[in-house]
């Protein structure tokens, strides 16, 4: 059975469980990280040195980081309508993917933190409102790039649960936010489906 390590209220978990429910692939899920077990435990480690959830053990296959995840899943499974086998259309999705973890997550991590989990070590003012802009920078470029479909237009991929799970937490986390009428509108076609109903995390940044 499909192992995969991690609270089910992770944003990164609720990806890998959200394109499993898309595949229609059965698993086992077990709590690890923040408030349940400590992801510095040794068992832990072994499977994932990185240290962050979730992870995931396939049989003999151990993987970490979350968009690899997803991408294994996909490819493993053929599932080439999330995830094409053809290299330049492949590259598309991916590259959606990797703005996600490089660029738009880094922008709001420490807003995020901030205004949405109250942290007491992030309370510096000025880096609140770099943050919040740098995030407000990244959602007006996904918001300049959508259509009437999906990332990658007519087609639902493997761009669209990552970037599903940023646009909800960027939608929860109260501070002043300029209207994005398309990313609104396709943060409603996302809620539509039923692997987001399950899994998305609806009401859980």
Request: net charge neutral; hydrophobic share 40%; proline share 6%.
């Amino acid at each position: 059975m499909l192992r995969i390590l991690g609270r089910s209220n992770s944003i990164n978990v609720r990806k890998v469980l959200w394109t499993c429910h898309e595949i229609g692939l059965d698993y086992e899920r077990e709590d690890w990280g923040r408030g349940v077990r400590p992801v510095a435990d040794p068992e832990f480690l072994a499977l994932n040195p990185f240290s962050m959830i979730p992870a995931l053990v396939d049989g003999e296959v151990t993987l970490s980081e979350s968009n690899a995840i997803c991408r294994y899943l996909a490819a493993k499974h053929g599932r080439h309508d999330l995830l094409p086998a053809d290299p330049a259309a492949r590259a598309q999705i991916e590259r959606w993917m990797d703005w996600q973890a490089a660029d738009l997550n880094p922008a709001w991590s420490y807003a995020f933190h901030a205004l949405s989990r109250n942290s007491p070590d992030h309370r510096d003012p000025a880096r609140i409102a770099d943050s919040v802009a740098a995030w407000k920078k990244q959602m007006a470029v996904l918001e300049s790039q959508l259509g009437e479909g999906w990332a990658r237009g007519d087609a639902f991929t493997l761009a669209d649960i990552v970037l599903g799970v940023s646009v909800q937490r960027w939608l929860l986390t109260p501070f002043d936010k300029p209207a994005l009428p398309k990313t609104e509108a396709y943060f409603e076609r996302l809620r539509r489906r039923p692997a987001y109903q399950a899994h998305g995390g609806e009401g859980v940044a």
